[in-house]
């Protein structure tokens, strides 16, 4: 099994830039979910689907940032306009147990400069 | 909401010695607690977990237990090697989806 699959691995740009970030969650898994990681707030769920729906976007810190899985396979995270102080590590997760047992990808590190 | 305080933030241990890290959560809802583990520049892992109706769980070298009277669960890591050197994050489940409040996360560091 490949694991969560996030891309790109690092991401810089400039503020104002439209930034998409995408996931492929393990097969099989039906729910997925998007944090982000700062060491000034640490772990933040920003939000997460079940069957492809969003269940709980209340975690997205603004209207600037949108998610969506239009397939099991596959969830982006876009950014639009970005802002310096969207710099973070930003992780997917997926499981296939209603939250039990989560299988994080490796990141995308972004940077907005 | 629910909120979960971990302590220490960073812990510092002679190899061969235990670790110990504590957490507390506020929802006495909440049902399942996993710890992860962070290594620099990755993902957490998942390493260990409990649900509530339990009140310990061994994996080898390491240990979970939960007190749902007292709302706090512990992580223990017993023989400690070098390689357990990084940043442990505890986590209560606070919805029935996988809605997770986590931990501050406390830096390990095993010296040899």
């Known amino acids: 099994d490949a694991g969560v699959i996030q891309s790109p691995r690092h991401e810089v740009t400039e503020m104002g830039q439209e930034v998409t970030l995408r996931c492929k969650p393990i097969?099989?898994?039906?729910?997925l979910f998007w944090y982000r990681q700062t060491m000034m707030r640490g772990l933040e769920l920003l939000i997460y689907?079940?069957?492809?729906?969003?269940?709980?976007d209340s975690g997205m810190p603004e209207d600037r940032f949108s998610a969506k899985m239009p397939n099991a396979s596959f969830s982006t995270l876009k950014i639009q306009p970005s802002e310096p102080r969207d710099s973070a590590v930003y992780f997917c997760?997926?499981?296939?147990?209603?939250?039990?047992?989560?299988?994080f990808g490796s990141g995308t590190r972004l940077t907005v400069v | 909401g629910e909120n979960v305080e971990q302590h220490p933030s960073t812990l510092s241990v002679q190899e061969g010695d235990s670790a110990v890290i504590k957490c507390t959560y506020s929802d006495s809802a909440s049902n399942y607690f996993p710890w992860y583990k962070q290594e620099l520049g990755k993902g957490p892992q998942l390493i260990i977990d409990?649900?509530?109706?339990?009140g310990e769980k061994k994996d080898q070298r390491i240990a979970v237990t939960l007190n749902k009277t007292a709302k706090h669960f512990s992580l223990h890591i017993t023989e400690t090697q070098p390689e357990d050197s990084a940043v442990y994050f505890c986590?209560?489940?606070?919805?029935?989806?996988?809605?997770?409040?986590f931990g501050a996360g406390t830096q390990v560091v095993v010296t040899p």
């Open positions: 997760a997926s499981t296939n147990d209603r939250g039990y047992g989560y299988t």
């Open positions: 689907f079940n069957n492809n729906v969003p269940i709980d």
């Open positions: 986590a209560a489940k606070t919805d029935s989806w996988g809605k997770f409040q």
């Open positions: 097969s099989g898994h039906n729910s």
């Open positions: 409990i649900r509530s109706n339990v």
